[in-house]
T-cell receptor, first 111, second 110 residues
């Protein structure tokens, strides 16, 4: 299994809603990542988990809350988002210096 | 200086031509180098990785790395309309953090 699976593929949420994005990989990778990508921009790192511990938080607002329940799963909890948070949210995993494998992403629209 | 700088294009080439994409990087990201292809609305897909000086070929793709000049490039031979996409250069640090360039949008004209 060489895939990173993200759900849902599309999500529309109101500014008062609480929702979660999910990510799963079964490649035995010990590092997992959340990226945010706006149109015509490169992916922007949000969070890094290494061996299930949060190692990097790139000054992301607290309305985004990551969680790593185990080495295969990564969640991103969303609460009180703003319309400018609408973007493609990408999960990735890696093992060593071999580059990242990305999931297909969740297209998030905040209304 | 940003970790990875990419000539942002856009780049248009006729079908069958060679497309050349270029990227420079800083001292902070000198471990491993990658080229990702991203179709509109899709996630990045790893197409080439290169770790040592020289050329690496995979089908129609050739990655070139010059560590002395801190330069990495991607050549696409016999370009096809299906190669039309945004190409992201990326470099990985010793801590395994991946930094992306701004991307180059390539259009192959039939």
């Amino acid at each position: 299994d060489t895939e990173v699976t993200q759900t849902p593929k599309h999500l529309v949420m109101g500014m008062t809603n609480k929702k979660s994005l999910k990510c799963e990989q079964h490649m035995g990778h010990r590092a997992m990542y959340w990226y945010k990508q706006k149109a015509k921009k490169p992916p922007e790192l949000m969070f890094v988990y290494s061996y299930e511990k949060l190692s990097i938080n790139e000054s992301v607002p607290s309305r985004f809350s990551p969680e790593c329940p185990n080495s295969s799963l990564l969640n991103l909890h969303l609460h009180a988002l703003q319309p400018e948070d609408s973007a493609l949210y990408l999960c990735a995993s890696s093992q060593g210096a071999r580059g990242y494998t990305f999931g297909s992403g969740t297209r998030l629209t905040v209304v | 200086q940003k970790e990875v700088e990419q000539n942002s294009g856009p780049l248009s080439v006729p079908e069958g031509a060679i497309a050349s994409l270029n990227c420079t990087y800083s001292d902070r990201v000198s471990q491993s180098f990658f080229w990702y292809r991203q179709y509109s609305g899709k996630s990045p897909e790893l197409i080439m990785s290169i770790y040592s000086n020289g050329d690496k070929e995979d089908g129609r793709f050739t990655a070139q790395l010059n560590k002395a000049s801190q330069y990495v490039s991607l050549l696409i031979r016999d370009s096809q309309p299906s190669d039309s996409a945004t190409y992201l250069c990326a470099a990985q640090t010793g801590a395994n953090n991946l930094f992306f360039g701004t991307g180059t949008r390539l259009t192959v004209i039939p």
